[in-house]
């Protein structure tokens, strides 16, 4: 007791260095807000937003990164990125660019390693595919911002959920690091009640261009962009889809034409830019060049039909794996892995409130890509026998 309230001394007083160390467009962990009260939190020695950071790294969501696509699928190679690394390298990059602009490093964390937590097997393709899915069954649009706050706040811990603070749900819902952005503002007053009203109009157009309500929100959405616009020329040209000369002439004389050179350019570019300033900035030529890249990635990768091979297969699967577990649940199946591996334990509040769809599709967007798989060869693909059981 006497060890707690001496740790609890030290973060008060950390808590109250941050007033002088950060910028004052930096969001102090005192003013961190969370849905309900934490004992956990108040009276621990921990700074708020670093416990979001550990509660995201604990989290079983987390845990399946390290087998969930990031561009390329159904690829054998070890080198190619995949949705754990994509998230580390966003983590890294925003918390340089954060350090150097004097922001917090513990919200900038908790946000970057919870960002892509909502994403599908398969990638953006997957996201796709059960999107359509959902919309077919009456339960809306998928999107996988929306769905890693679902996550955190409503399914793990069986429903229970982390109890993570608006800022750092926040930055996940805004992350959106595909829409291109030259400059980027925070838009700070927000509230819970904002944040349900915002993942209704995102549900409704995925086009509309949220804004995070902190400075580190932005920081990530930006990082985003950063960690994968090289990393996916990297890839593409280890797999033989393009060739390093393919990178536009006007790209590679602004940015380089390597990663390691395309994110060095776009990071000290993005803190040069935004240095004691309330928003976040490419310079016009830097930001043009960006946006021109991403441009190419678009064309000349993600939409490439070798990429795409395999598409209609992946989608069938979607389906008929979907249509399983919905008639799993409608004919209360306890041996079906939707009860087993995911409703087993789960909070009686989640069950009343979740349609069967939407069980379903929570239970799909979880998966690896690894068990994703498994769960189609167990589910749709008949076993030869060498004999019958008396």
């Known amino acids: 007791m006497i060890y707690s309230r ?3 001394d030290v973060r008060k007083s950390l808590d109250q260095a941050e007033g002088d160390r950060f910028s004052p467009w930096a969001c102090l962990s005192r003013d961190a807000v969370r849905n309900r009260s ?7 020695h921990r700074q708020s937003f670093s416990v979001d950071s550990d509660r995201i790294l604990h989290s079983l969501a987390y845990s399946r990164y390290i087998d969930k696509t990031q561009v390329f699928y159904l690829i054998k190679n070890d080198h190619i990125t995949h949705r754990v690394l994509h998230v580390q390298l966003v983590s890294k990059i925003a918390r340089t660019a954060g350090r150097l602009l004097r922001l917090n490093e513990d919200l900038i964390e908790a946000i970057a390693l919870g960002h892509d937590i909502g994403h599908t097997p398969f ?4 996201e796709k595919f059960l999107s359509r899915l959902c919309q077919s069954h009456h339960i809306g649009r998928f999107l996988h911002n929306i769905q890693g706050v679902r996550f955190l706040q409503k399914i793990e811990r069986k429903g229970k959920g982390w109890n993570l603070t608006l800022q750092v749900l926040d930055g996940i819902l805004c992350h959106d690091g595909e829409i291109h952005s030259q400059f980027l503002k925070p838009k700070r007053e927000k509230s819970f009640d904002t944040l349900t009203e915002e993942m209704r109009q995102k549900a409704q157009d995925p086009s509309v261009d949220l804004r995070p309500m902190t400075l580190e929100g932005c920081v990530v959405r930006m990082a985003d962009t950063i960690s994968y616009i090289g990393r996916d020329i990297e890839d593409a040209i280890r797999l033989g889809l393009i060739k390093r000369r393919d990178i536009p002439d006007d790209c590679r004389q602004v940015l380089g034409d390597t990663n390691g050179t ?3 350019t776009l990071v000290e570019d993005l803190i040069a830019n935004s240095l004691d300033k309330p928003y976040l900035s490419f310079s016009g030529d830097v930001g043009s060049a960006l946006k021109r890249l991403k441009r190419f990635n678009e064309e000349c990768i993600y939409k490439d039909p070798r990429v795409k091979a395999q598409t209609d297969k992946i989608y069938l699967m979607f389906e008929l794996l979907f249509q399983k577990y919905l008639e799993d649940l409608e004919m209360s199946n306890p041996n079906s892995d939707v ?21 379903v599709r929570d239970f799909v967007a979880g998966m690896t ?5 498994g769960q189609c060869r167990k589910k749709l693909i008949p076993e030869m026998r060498p004999t019958f059981s008396p």
């Open 6 to 8: 001496r740790l609890l």
């Open 38 to 44: 934490d004992p956990d939190v108040d009276q621990g």
């Open 123 to 126: 990638g953006h393709d997957g």
């Open 262 to 264: 395309i994110v060095y």
């Open 339 to 359: 009860f087993k591996g995911f409703l087993s334990g789960m909070s009686q509040q989640y069950m009343e409130q979740t349609a069967p769809a939407a069980i």
């Open 369 to 373: 890509d690894e068990y994703f798989l």
